[in-house]
Nanobody
């Protein structure tokens, strides 16, 4: 199983970016997917998650600005980030809780991280 994250980059304050996280490889069932981020010198924090039933959770700092969604047919999650602020600068890591085969347990898999830099 591989998670491929993409969409990061350099953007000015107030701008937008859309991150994608695509899952490839053997998977039987995908439960939650989401994004964490880690800024320099700070702990990794949950940004947003979405369940298989499309229930969403957001960090307070991004509510109203970020939107997470998923396309189950494409095994891909998206994070639309609007009104970006300098404090959103971080490396963003996608993850997925999935079972690789019928009857197997769910485990968490991580993408490689994509860097987001918001300049003022």
């Amino acid at each position: 199983v591989q998670l491929q994250a993409s969409g990061g980059g350099l953007v000015q304050v107030g701008g937008s970016l859309r991150l994608s996280c695509a899952i490839s490889g053997s998977r039987f069932s995908i439960n939650a997917m989401g994004w964490y981020r880690q800024a320099p010198g700070k702990q990794r924090e949950l940004v947003a998650r979405i369940t298989s039933g499309s229930s969403t959770t957001y960090a307070d700092s991004v509510k109203g600005r970020f939107t997470i969604s998923r396309d189950n047919a494409k095994n891909t999650a998206y994070l639309q980030m609007n009104s970006l602020k300098p404090e959103d600068t971080a490396i963003y890591y996608c993850y997925a809780d999935l079972a690789r085969s019928y009857g197997s347990s769910y485990n968490t898999y991580w993408g490689q991280g994509t860097e987001v830099t918001v300049s003022s």
